[in-house]
């Protein structure tokens, strides 16, 4: 009994801090139809906030507990609802974009003011309390429980037995209607989102004590949140509340399991129960139980046109000219940050090719180029079976043989990440890849056939494989005679510069082909209406599992040849391949435009090329560039719907809509496209009446 006793009460109280995030998750999610993924940066903002004013200020914690709940709970809310109302018609992919530029604003934001590392608040609520057996249950934790469960039962009957709750719940479906109703739609998505951000700040605050305040931590343990609020099915408190009760108690019990194994793959899966948790949900959940909330208000998705054949030759000639000019323009020392922004065009084109070209996105990509990375590095190094005694087992592969293999092992987890998107809608589809970015860093990345507990997995370039054995050293080839790939020595930066030039141009075709092709005129059709194109027959279940796992052949390609750029790939966190970087990568994506091959290049080079260059490679401007780049990812993603507001602002005085302000105060007019009807003109026999007239109506 002690021994339960000892998982258990850990597991509650660990679990009520999880319950408090997911149910503001819940709340602004079933009220407005937006998923804020910057939801566990706003838990860590409201955690800073409390410390600056407990540690740094000296203030009593209740003081400090307060302004912390005005300022990010209630002004944070304020703000968020401006955003989310702007979003509210959004298409899927633009509200990832925004919501996900949000989280790397502010994670990058707190992380240039206070710096990387953790700042100690110490605990503000009681640590002491009676003793259960040989367990003491801290009067602290017996708080947050309370207020936990408490919280949740006040939600719950407020949304089943208020009108005012009733009202939040209708909101997202149709704001028009529930004016009709004399609710004012502004104040109940205000209600909400306040609600919701509190909800956020309080669980930031209350982990603050046990985890340090760090954006990073704090972010993912929010982020673990998700688990619970899959198990609700993003609309069920009692059971979002329940799910995170027993995710707690799980990531309590099962250390002392997995601590019994030298595997370090098996020791990360406790901190990883929450993750395996959403894709399970996401994997078994019958998908009619998971509805994508507001999406019969969003715009359709509009694909990018391809421009005619003859422009798009002369354009990207042109840019493939200055690309092979580059190495004779820029300094020697600069040609590596180039060869590097070349790897991470390939990269951001395969997930262009997603976004803009199917309206689905990933969130997990960068796990896709470590694959690749690890699986070509491996291979150059130790070769297909490296772990087998024996001069067989050490037979090397080649560059281009090691980089393609790279990208097909990187298809099956493709293929895995697509299942949410054949079964679910596109919100969840965001959400299972970014669960699945986390777990692939915290479990597959400590694996030995990845990076094995984050060591460095060496990735020679051509003419640099290494010999195997216990005199392993560098030759300049297998035999150690030969130079090189086609008697190259690509040891040179300006060599290795344009073998990834020409890799950039084999994929940048493979985009060209795809977008060009019968595949690529039905993945646009997918993106505008995928029940539409169903009506005519096309699987199109079929076409999500082919792009996703195109994507990521063409990511794992990607990651092979950075490994490259610096002969060496590494999964540490805040590295490389961290899943943070998949986030960033949405973010400069999101403002780069929706061209197939320019947007990927101008993203790369916003992205590794533009720091080393005045004024940017000032040390507070790299400080600042994630504030930058969400800030701009955030800026594209609403700009469309400020300028509509307005424009249907006008317009909707003239037609006599209902106009609150917002995109969604005149979402049918926007929807229908109502022209203006004008009033009938009574004419005398002897006036002629001109069809198609101003004063005919017709």
């Known amino acids: 009994m002690n021994q339960f006793l000892n998982y258990l009460v850990p597991g509650v109280a660990d679990g009520s801090v999880y319950a408090l995030a997911a149910i503001g998750l819940v709340l602004t999610y079933k009220t407005s139809g937006v998923f804020n993924f910057a939801h566990g940066a706003l838990a860590a903002v409201g955690a800073y906030v409390f410390y600056e004013g407990y540690v740094e200020q000296g203030w009593k914690w209740p003081l400090a507990f307060l302004v912390s709940l005005m300022v990010v709970g209630v002004l944070g809310g304020l703000v968020l609802e401006r955003l989310a109302t702007l979003l509210a018609s959004a298409p899927t992919v633009t509200t990832v974009v925004a919501t996900v530029g949000l989280l790397v604003l502010l994670q990058s934001l707190m992380t240039a003011i206070y710096g990387a590392s953790d700042k100690k608040s110490g605990d503000f609520l009681p640590t002491n309390g009676p003793k259960i057996g040989s367990v003491t249950v801290s009067y602290g934790d017996m708080m947050v429980t309370g207020f936990c469960v408490g919280a949740a039962l006040a939600l719950f009957v407020f949304f089943g037995r208020t009108r005012m709750g009733r009202a939040m719940t209708a909101v997202v479906d149709d704001p028009n209607l529930l004016a009709l109703q004399k609710s004012n739609p502004a104040v109940v998505r205000r209600l909400s989102w306040v609600l919701g951000s509190c909800f956020a700040t309080i669980s930031g605050m209350l982990l603050a004590p046990k985890l340090g305040v760090s954006v990073g931590v704090l972010v993912l343990i929010v982020i673990a949140a998700y688990g619970a609020a899959a198990v609700g099915l993003f609309e069920n408190l009692p059971l979002t509340v329940a799910g995170a009760f027993g995710i707690g108690i799980m990531v309590n019990y099962l250390p002392s399991q997995t601590q019994k194994t030298q595997s370090l793959f098996l020791q990360s899966m406790p901190r990883n129960v929450p993750f395996i948790v959403l894709l399970l949900v996401f994997l078994l959940v019958p998908a009619r139980m998971l509805t994508e909330r507001g ?266 040849v950075l490994g490259g750029v610096t002969q060496s790939a590494s999964g540490n966190a805040g590295g490389t391949f961290d899943y943070t970087v998949s986030l960033v990568f949405v973010a400069v994506l999101g403002f780069c435009g929706r061209r197939p091959i320019l947007s990927p290049i101008l993203a790369a080079f916003a992205f590794q090329v533009v720091k080393v260059y005045p004024p940017f490679d000032d040390p507070t401007m790299i400080k600042y560039r994630g504030v930058m780049f969400g800030a701009l990812a955030i800026f594209v993603a609403v700009a469309p719907a400020i300028n509509l507001s307005a424009l249907l602002g006008a317009r909707g005085k003239e037609r006599g809509l209902a106009d609150d302000g917002r995109t969604g105060g005149n979402l049918i007019a926007e929807r229908l496209d109502v022209t203006p009807v004008r009033p009938v003109t009574i004419r005398t026999l002897e006036e002629p009446v001109v069809l198609g007239s101003k004063g005919s109506g017709a």
């Open 295 to 560: 999406v019969r208000n969003a715009r359709r998705f509009k694909p990018p046109k391809a421009f005619p054949l003859p422009v798009t030759a002369a354009g990207l000639g042109a840019l493939l000219l200055l690309l092979i000019l580059t190495p004779h323009i820029v300094t020697q020392t600069d040609i590596t940050v180039y060869s590097a922004a070349v790897a991470y065009a390939i990269i951001f084109m395969s997930l262009g090719m997603l976004v803009w070209m199917s309206g689905q996105i990933s969130l997990c990509h960068l796990g896709f180029a470590a694959i690749g990375a690890t699986t070509s590095g491996k291979l150059m190094t130790l070769g297909f079976f490296g772990w087998l005694p024996g001069s067989l087992a050490h037979q090397t592969v080649s560059w281009p043989i090691a980089i393609l293999i790279g990208g097909i092992v990187a298809i099956p987890f493709g293929a895995v990440v697509a299942i949410p998107a054949i079964r679910l809608a596109g919100i969840y589809v965001a959400v299972a890849t970014f669960g699945f970015g986390i777990l692939l860093q915290q479990a597959f990345y400590l694996a030995p056939v990845m990076f094995d507990n984050g060591s460095l997995v060496q990735s020679p370039r051509p003419g640099e494989e290494f010999s195997v054995g216990p005199t392993a050293k560098r030759l300049n080839s297998i035999d150690g005679t030969a130079a090189g790939l086609f008697g190259i020595d690509f040891s040179d930066e300006k060599n290795y510069y344009y073998l990834a030039l020409a890799v950039l141009v084999l994929m940048a075709a493979i985009v060209l082909l795809v977008q060009r092709s019968r595949l690529g005129a039905l993945l646009r059709a997918m993106a505008d209406s995928g029940v539409a194109l169903e009506a005519h027959g096309a699987n199109t279940n079929v076409m999500r599992i082919v792009v996703f796992c195109l994507s990521a052949f063409m990511a794992g390609v990607g990651g092979g």
